[in-house]
């Protein structure tokens, strides 16, 4: 039985590409569907990352039965700031079949070459500011907000189509509780600086904050592995759809002398108040969530963002100042009821954030890993 591969042009039917996971995860009890509008809305010409990216979609048929599916598209804004010509791959679920997993990765592989790409890396949705890495390890429990979640056996065929290890990159487990004593003590020296001062997004002014968030988040992972800024048509986009999930509580902003000088934004887990509904928004999904959300809050919270702006960061009067929004996110945390926290991803590289995290008691429970390959 041959394998047939369709390609489909963005915008285009995407009914066997998001349904395609349920055959596939079918017997996973910690795969999480997401929701159609969010692979829809992502997919869409009308996102602002294809207003410097393109890409298309791919998906796998035997028999003409769907069994996988891949994405292919080109960063170019990544490729102003690297000059590598590497284009990326995303997307990839499929069934235990490495004809199928090649087949996918090979389409993906010629449609970057034909555009002149010399190398192919991923899995991205659709860049390093989307969900990122194939899952290695940590099988075991469901992905948090914006995590991506992979069968044990889709990295070995990833390496078995022609891809290497390329990175990667750490998921914490963090428990919400008691605060080291010498965390506490950082903390405690940080807060009585009287130019420090720190505040929560406010919502009725969320763009603004937001854009606070990641001018500083942009300035302090500038030099980050594979680091591309976001757009102000992403940073609205972002925005917008922040103002859906966020718990204002769980953002701080910190400035120095009037000067925002580190942040951190965490999110509840929607995934925990989203496992059920498969996807679908309608009929039932939409006031299930929304029910959950008010009375059967989620337990989990990611820590997508802690950033520190440069001059900061290297200055030792403020070296407390990681472990300061540490503190204050489990304080917030514990307040509002959650009861873990994910910090991720972080690069495993990445040593003094790696410490910082072990040392205010995070534990590794996931890695994700990216591939690359020759064209």
């Not at 130019?195 to 406010?202: G, I, L, Q, S």
């Not at 988040?217 to 925005?239: C, I, Q, R, Y």
């Not at 999930?245 to 400035?255: A, C, S, V």
Request: proline share 6%.
């Amino acid at each position: 039985m041959t394998v047939e591969i369709r390609e489909i042009p963005l915008g285009g039917g995407l009914r066997d590409f998001l349904d395609v996971v349920d055959y596939i995860y079918r017997d996973d009890p910690n795969y999480v569907r997401p929701l159609n509008m969010d692979v829809q809305g992502t997919l869409s010409p009308k996102n602002p990352f294809f207003l410097h990216g393109e890409g298309t979609i791919f998906t796998a048929y035997r028999n003409d039965w769907c069994v996988g599916r891949c994405t292919a598209q080109i960063d170019r804004l990544h490729l102003a700031r690297y000059q590598d010509k590497s284009g990326f791959f995303g997307f990839l679920d499929t069934i235990d079949d490495e004809e199928v997993a090649t087949a996918l990765l090979d389409a993906a592989a010629e449609w970057l070459a034909v555009r002149g790409m010399a190398r192919m890396r991923g899995p991205l949705m659709l860049s390093m500011n989307g969900e990122v890495g194939c899952l290695v390890e940590g099988f075991d429990s469901p992905p948090v907000i914006m995590m991506p979640h992979h069968r044990p056996y889709q990295g070995e065929l990833i390496e078995k189509a022609g891809l290497a290890k390329l990175k990667d990159c750490y998921a914490w487990k963090y428990k919400v509780g008691e605060v080291p004593p010498r965390a506490r003590k950082a903390h405690d020296e940080i807060a009585a600086m009287p130019e420090v001062k720190t505040r929560h997004a406010d919502p009725k002014h969320l763009e603004r904050d937001v854009r606070l968030v990641i001018g500083v988040h942009n300035d302090g992972w500038s030099e980050n592995w594979g680091f591309v800024p976001m757009t102000e048509e992403e940073l609205a986009k972002m925005a917008k759809e922040l103002k859906l999930i966020l718990d204002p509580e769980l953002t701080f902003i910190t400035e120095i002398d009037g000067e925002a000088a580190a942040v951190a934004l965490a999110l509840p887990n929607i995934n925990e108040v989203i496992r059920d509904i498969n996807g679908k928004l309608f009929p039932i999904g939409l006031p299930k969530i929304l029910w959950r959300l008010s009375f059967d809050r989620p337990k989990w919270a990611r820590l997508i963002i802690l950033g520190i702006r440069k001059k900061y960061r290297g200055a030792k009067k403020y070296a407390a100042l990681s472990t300061y929004l540490y503190a204050q996110m489990n304080q917030a945390g514990l307040r509002r009821g959650y009861e873990y926290g994910e910090l991720s991803y972080t690069l495993d590289d990445n040593h003094p954030v790696n410490t910082a995290i072990k040392f205010m008691g995070g534990k590794i429970y996931k890695r994700y890993r990216f591939y690359e390959r020759t064209l």
